[in-house]
């Protein structure tokens, strides 16, 4: 099993500051990564697969990065519907997700 | 619209079992491989098991093998989880999710999720 590894665990950003979120793989995934938002009381929304392509209707702000083992997913300017946990997730092999990072209001 | 609702979730005494369902529409659901994922309560994401598109490769988490098994009905748009020697650690929100890409030979990810059914196993 691919153990994956988000960094930090919470995270106090300002709205319209920048936030870098990481993940690391335990062995390497290629580009077979995913990044998810997840809301109170709601299903994951796909951001970003491949490591760094948005998914249908994301916003630029939200970009991915890396390959191999580090991934990093950043939002450049955040907004107030932005605050929310994100997990990153590889498919490289059967399916692993983070533990998630929770973006909250600083 | 890709809709995927799931259905047949409840509480359960430990030990008994439980079939839960997911009733896809708006896509051409045996092109896609599908897959349920659970969240215990207030806890993180965790994918419990999926099929391809024809069926041909199935996989389980290390903590349901040999409890759990994944099926599909193609032609009845339909995906199910026979849930079998359930315990409190089971209890969670299951939700259905599709492959993003068509008849694919490995997995992919997830593009559309279910809202969920919850399985709450406790005596």
């Known amino acids: 099993e691919i153990v994956m590894t988000q960094s930090p665990a919470t995270l106090s950003v300002s709205p319209g500051e920048r936030a870098t979120l990481s993940c690391r793989a335990s062995?390497?995934?290629?580009?077979?990564l995913a990044w998810y938002q997840q809301k109170p009381g709601q299903a994951p929304r796909l951001l970003i697969y491949?490591?760094?392509t948005r998914a249908t209707g994301i916003p630029a702000r939200f970009s991915g990065s890396g390959s191999g083992t580090e991934f990093t997913l950043t939002i450049s300017s955040l907004q107030s519907e932005d605050f929310a946990v994100y997990y990153c997730?590889?498919?490289?092999?059967?399916?692993?997700f983070g533990q998630g990072t929770k973006v909250e209001i600083k | 619209e890709v809709q995927l609702v799931e259905s047949g979730g409840g509480l359960v005494q430990p030990g008994r079992s439980l079939r839960l369902s997911c009733a896809a529409s708006?896509?051409?659901?045996?092109?896609?491989?599908m897959h349920w994922v659970r969240q215990a309560p207030g806890k993180g994401l965790e994918w419990v098991s999926g099929?391809?598109?024809?069926?041909?490769?199935?996989g389980y988490a290390d903590s349901v093998k040999g409890r759990f098994t994944i099926s599909r009905d193609n032609a009845k748009n339909s995906l199910y989880l026979q849930m079998n020697s359930l315990r409190a650690e089971d209890t969670a929100l299951y939700y259905c999710?599709?492959?993003?890409?068509?008849?694919?030979?490995?997995?992919?990810?997830?593009?559309?999720w279910g809202q969920g059914t919850l399985v709450t196993v406790s005596s």
């Open positions: 997730q590889q498919y490289n092999n059967w399916p692993t």
């Open positions: 708006g896509f051409t659901f045996d092109d896609y491989a």
């Open positions: 062995q390497s995934v290629s580009s077979n």
């Open positions: 999710a599709k492959d993003m890409v068509a008849v694919s030979s490995g997995w992919e990810t997830f593009d559309y």
């Open positions: 099929i391809s598109w024809n069926s041909g490769s199935i």
């Open positions: 491949g490591a760094s």
